[in-house]
């Protein structure tokens, strides 16, 4: 069993629809979980960062850690299709991921529809 | 100019050759990675290096190796590339201590 679980879509939404992308872990170590956005053919950027459990918003964006049931979430209010991307949760048991680094998840891909 | 640059960019090699990819940042930063991106695969850490003194293995080294030629250089290499080395290689930096990682554009390596 992977450590990270993320649905690799694609999630196809009509725009101004409020997107959920989720990913669950089994690794109860981790306490520091990130959401990065992938255009193509470009690097990953960091969108949000959490630390244990709780909410975090930013703009339009959210992320949620519900960490006693290993489950993270992004949401995307009033979904634009410059959001079109792919979205990868990241998370690790220290800051800055200490020895062992980021584990991702695989990645889900998003498309709103305009 | 982008903080942390690739290169090349895009590369296509026989199996058998060795390649080497480089990457060069301007952010000052002291740990640098290198990550490769598989379809259905998600990002995989193959090294990383704290300082210049310092590099580690990560979950997926057999068969790279790597050098960190100053603080700003990180750069990885594939001694006899082989057609499952085929992926995106990323390149990130981050400050120690700190959860943001920040990533290059990627090499897109293909092993014939």
């Known amino acids: 069993q992977k450590e990270v679980e993320q649905d690799p879509g694609p999630l196809s939404v009509p725009e101004g629809a409020i997107v959920s992308l989720n990913c669950t872990y089994s690794n109860s170590a981790f306490q520091y979980f990130m959401w990065y956005r992938q255009y193509s053919r470009k690097g990953p950027e960091l969108l949000m960062y959490?630390?244990?459990?709780g909410n975090k918003e930013d703009g339009r964006f959210t992320a949620q850690v519900d960490k006693s049931s290993k489950y993270i979430s992004l949401f995307i209010r009033d979904s634009q299709p410059s959001d079109s991307a792919t979205y990868l949760c990241a998370m690790s048991a220290r800051p800055g991921g200490g020895a062992d680094g980021l584990t991702f998840g695989k990645g889900t891909h998003l498309i709103i529809q305009p | 100019d982008a903080d942390v640059t690739q290169t090349p960019r895009n590369r296509i090699t026989k199996t058998g050759k060795r390649i080497m990819l480089e990457c060069s940042q301007t952010k000052g930063h002291d740990r640098m990675y290198w990550y490769r991106q598989d379809p259905g695969l998600g990002l995989r850490l193959i090294y990383y290096s704290f300082d210049v003194k310092d590099i580690n293995k990560g979950e997926i080294s057999d068969g790279y190796s790597v050098s960190r030629q100053a603080q700003a250089k990180f750069s990885l290499s594939l001694e006899s590339a082989i057609p499952n080395q085929t992926a995106l290689y990323f390149c990130?930096?981050?400050?120690?201590?700190?959860?943001?990682?920040?990533f290059g554009p990627g090499t897109r390596l293909t092993v014939l």
């Open positions: 959490t630390y244990s459990s």
């Open positions: 990130a930096t981050s400050v120690g201590g700190t959860d943001t990682q920040y």
